[in-house]
């Protein structure tokens, strides 16, 4: 049986946009066919998105993103202003950026695992696995119990998801896990820093709801911290309501794609005027002949209400291709340049200790 060190010695890499570029690869598809075709048009239009200066840009992050390599990606698009709020699944903040923040790392799985090392002896190992990505469970419990650590600082009342994961920004930046101070980057602290809020809307569902069920356990009969999802939707709402034109780009679908869409049905039934998202890009693989949301095509959103036609695009393709092309064009045209962020965090209330 292979050891855990024998299995944990090739780190996931994360790939760079800002030393590829990719623009006249890009430009090139446009005179092809299928899926090239598709994502040149993407690009054209999460270029277009930047440079409307009234636009404010969502971005959506379902399934295992980062882990994949795409941390570096997230993290250029908030410090270069060409994201002004994110929503995403548990798992992709916490378990995979938050764990990373504190200086972990995931593994691509070697070749002891492709010659038939079984999953039950990872399991003896305390290796859990993602498809061909390996992370160690020992500290990947660390991580649950951080964000245990962190509710039992906060004041124990509702807190939206927003409010929670800028205090895991605070966290970081306290002690000393940040790039600045000799630690590495992370999503939830270019958030933090940015201005820029991260939405969870399932939020337990993740690494952080074992630190969450733990909290809640010991402070049984005593005040304790919660999450309010309703207060997750009115704030994005809010945001909507503030910046009526807005562009969503999304990676997967899920719960971060409909809770970003629905945005303009919430601000209605305010009695807010809030136009359907003015553009909108989806890269999937999801297959739109079962009737899942995840693969729901974005012209169907526009019958909701939810999406204007004139600048959507699906591109049906595997995330880790896709998003460092149309990212990676939007960046090298210098979409971004002379862009501000919304700093949409300030318009929400503040998190209070």
């Known amino acids: 049986m292979p050891t855990k060190k024998e299995l944990l010695k090739d780190p996931i890499q994360h790939i760079d946009i800002k030393q590829h570029n990719v623009v006249a690869l890009v430009d090139a598809m446009q005179h092809m066919a299928y899926s090239s075709r598709d994502l040149y048009r993407a690009s054209s239009i999460y270029e277009r998105m930047l440079q ?15 882990s994949a390599g795409l941390k570096q990606i997230f993290i250029d698009l908030i410090r270069n202003n ?5 929503v995403s699944t548990g798992a992709n903040i916490v378990d995979q950026d ?10 691509i799985a070697d070749d002891l695992l492709k010659q ?3 999953d039950g ?8 696995r993602i498809y061909d990505t390996l992370i160690d469970e020992e500290e990947l419990r660390i991580c649950d119990e951080t964000t245990e650590h962190i509710a039992d600082a906060l004041e124990p009342r509702p807190y939206s998801s927003r409010e929670f994961i800028a205090a895991m920004g605070a966290y970081l930046e306290k002690n000393g896990k940040t790039l600045a101070q000799g630690g590495v980057d992370s999503i939830v602290h270019a958030a933090y820093e940015k201005g820029v809020p991260i939405f969870c809307p399932a939020f337990s569902d993740c690494s952080a709801g074992f630190g969450l069920v733990a909290h809640q356990h010991k402070h049984q009969g005593k005040p ?10 009115y704030e994005i709402t809010q945001l909507k309501i503030a910046n009526p034109t807005t562009g969503l780009l999304m990676i997967g679908g899920g719960v971060p794609k409909n809770f970003a869409q629905d945005i303009v049905v919430a601000a209605d039934i305010l009695g807010q005027e809030a136009p359907m998202h003015k553009y909108a890009i989806q890269i999937t693989v999801a297959d739109v002949r079962d009737g899942a949301l995840s693969s729901s095509t974005l012209k169907e959103a526009s019958s909701w ?7 959507e695009q699906m591109v049906y393709s595997e995330a880790t291709l896709a ?7 939007a960046y090298h045209k210098k979409a971004h340049e002379g862009r501000k962020g919304k700093n949409w965090a300030g318009v929400l209330e503040p998190v209070t200790a």
């Not at 009234?54 to 980062?66: D, H, K, N």
């Not at 938050?98 to 593994?107: A, R």
């Open 52 to 66: 409307d200066k009234e636009c404010g840009v969502i971005l959506c992050l379902a399934g295992s993103l980062i």
């Open 82 to 86: 060409m994201v002004d709020a994110i």
């Open 98 to 107: 938050f764990f990373e923040g504190l200086g972990f790392k995931h593994w």
């Open 116 to 118: 038939g090392t079984e």
């Open 121 to 128: 002896t990872l399991r003896e190992l305390m290796i859990d």
């Open 224 to 233: 304790m911290l919660s999450l309010d999802s309703a207060k997750d939707f």
């Open 305 to 311: 209400g939810k999406v204007d036609t004139t600048f």
């Open 323 to 329: 998003l460092p092309l149309i990212t990676g064009y």
